[in-house]
């Protein structure tokens, strides 16, 4: 089973930007599309944004025109830009293949994920 190791959170203020990334042990091209999720305090864990191996990305409507994400095949590595961020960022953020169905996400397997917190 491919491993995957989030790093890049911290503290940063809003309206600041955070670069995240996400590294896999193996190919992430056999995993396919590749996602990032997040979980703030209290909340469910939910998809941030998703990129499919030929490159094509979607976001949920909090983060769209504010987060990128991208992958590097050869490297094995997904990130996530965060720019302009919000207090209402604030969570622990996971990389994981794109799970369809939330239901599915108690079953899969989450690395430790990286803390981002937006505060002042």
């Known amino acids: 089973q491919v491993q995957l190791v989030e790093s890049g959170g911290g503290l940063v203020q809003p309206g600041g930007s955070l670069r995240l990334s996400c590294a896999a042990s193996?190919?992430?091209?056999?995993?396919?599309?590749m996602a990032w999720y997040r979980q703030a305090p209290g909340k469910e864990r939910e998809l941030v944004a998703f990129v499919t191996s030929s490159g094509i990305r979607n976001y949920i409507v909090s983060v769209k025109g504010r987060f990128t994400i991208s992958r590097d095949n050869a490297k094995n590595t997904v990130y996530l830009q965060m720019n302009s961020v919000k207090p209402e960022d604030t969570a622990v953020y996971y990389c994981n293949r794109h799970i369809r169905v939330p239901d599915a996400y108690k079953d899969a397997y989450w690395g430790q994920g990286t803390q981002v917190t937006v505060s002042s």
């Open positions: 193996g190919s992430i091209l056999s995993i396919g599309t």
